[in-house]
């Protein structure tokens, strides 16, 4: 039998037929029809010469095309590159040349980009417009075959963010996908055929392709699409659809928090919330399940481990600000820089293993030696893990502070922050500073019609921690830069040229 993770949507459209797969408004999908779509896509690929194991990148936004070319790639046996539809020319070209993606199947809207790119690389370009694609797959022979794939062999290259360089290609195998979507499925979020998700993720980044996507076709569960995230347009999606799951990173149940007529939207149905891509503020996590009457599920993980490693177990203690307990058929633990298992409640790194762990890194033999040690994957995320085995964040490895010798985690004080009635958002940065090394910056965001001064946050903070560790420079935005998913980008974050110095 084929361990093709395409089967998950041909077994969903045998048992489901009409069952409706994905929705965006008015537009519905069923399982039937998302199977003969993707058996066209599978078909017009293999009259453009692609072949078994060639890479095929989808640049496509929240859309029911994307489940089609998605399901259509992998069934026909080659590797799809998603990409964020907001990659300008150059980094379409750098991604489709790394990977040798033969084909880019882009969203019409982005051509300028998508096309340069692929010219650039040498990849045959193939636009998605509503109307126009659905014609092209219309005049295409289905290819009804599912690939014979082994669990081991590559089914999708995630990018990472590259924060240190050049993004780098995670390659996750078909086992890797499979088994993370169907333990996220099944023991983590029990996701029946009756509930209704939003897909409010981005289908291109791991966590809405696995834990949306992936996780909903295995149980048959439809999926209601929102392009770009609006907070006003979730809660009236919410409302319509009678949505039972919503699945999001901080920053949107923020945003879906400061909505002024919340309120007049029905958000009854929701039964689950989960939160994942960054720490949420503990602050936020109370005041949004106060007002929408829902418990929400933090877990953690990265575009490497497919992405799920640890979660709040439903069945178990919840304990706010924790990532929880490693999920079935996960190992997690905290080390220090010799790789030695740190004493409990000690600060140290996470590394993970177990079927979530990626094949390694996409030609980069170099960059996997150095993330993928003895079969552990080394996060860069610091953490403690209490009496009772709960991870909890402390922060990123590379954003951690050094203020004149004194370690300064920055996620503590910005926990800090978001109790502050008056403030929206907040990031805490280092500040170079010739003295100390570094200096504890905080750059934040207020509330519409809040007013704050640079001290008052500054006596705000240094009331309630360690001397060493209050933000000594503060600054306010407009807004946080953020990058695809609504996670906060630190090392986007423009320090304000007289404080820098």
Known sequence: MSENLARIMT???????????????????????????????????KEKGVEEGDRVAVMLPNVPYFPVAYYGVLRMGAVVVPMNVLLKAREVEFYLEDSGAKILIAWSDFEEAALAGA????????????????????????????????????????YTSGTTGKPKGAELTHD???????????????????????????????????????????????????????????????????????????TMYNAMLTVENRDDYDTSTLRLCLSGG?????????????????????????SETSPVASFNHPDRERKPGSIGTPIEGVEMKVVD??????????????????HNVMKGYWNRADATEEAVKEGWFHTGDMAKVDEDGYFFIVDRKKDLIIRGGYNVYPREIEEVLYEHPAIQEAAVVGVPNEELGEEVGAAVVLKSGEELGAEEVKKYVKDQVAAYKYPRQVWFL????????????????EIPAEIRG
């Not at 459209?13 to 058996?39: H, M, Q, R, T």
């Not at 636009?127 to 014609?135: A, D, S, Y």
């Not at 820089?337 to 293993?353: C, F, K, M, P, S």
């Not at 953020?482 to 986007?492: A, H, Q, S, Y």
């Open 176 to 250: 890797n996908l499979y088994k993370n979507a169907t333990v996220s499925a099944g023991t983590l979020v029990e996701i029946t055929e009756e509930d209704k998700l939003l897909g409010a993720l981005p289908l291109f980044h791991s966590f809405g392709q696995t834990c949306c996507l992936n996780a909903a076709v295995c149980r048959r569960a439809m999926i209601s699409l929102i392009p770009r995230f609006d907070p006003e347009k979730a809660l009236e999606i919410i409302q319509r659809d009678g949505i039972t799951i919503f699945e999001g990173v901080p």
């Open 11 to 45: 077994a969903a459209a045998e048992e489901s037929p009409e069952g409706i797969a994905v929705k965006l408004d008015d537009i519905e999908l069923n399982y039937a029809v998302l199977k003969e779509g993707s058996a066209r896509m599978a078909g017009l690929l």
């Open 337 to 354: 820089d010799e790789g030695n298992e740190v004493e409990q409640g000690e600060v140290g790194e996470i590394v993970i293993r177990g």
């Open 119 to 158: 010219e650039a690389a040498g990849a045959e370009y193939v636009p998605v417009k509503p109307g126009e694609f659905e014609k092209l797959l219309g005049e295409t022979e289905a290819d009804h075959d599912l690939a014979e794939r082994s669990g081991d062999e590559t089914a999708v290259i995630l």
């Open 478 to 493: 407009e807004e946080l830069p953020k990058g695809p998913t609504g996670k906060i980008l630190k090392r986007e974050i």
């Open 278 to 302: 960054a720490a949420m503020p503990a602050e936020t996590m109370r005041s949004f399940e106060e007002a929408f009457d829902c418990n929400i599920l933090e877990g953690y993980g990265l």
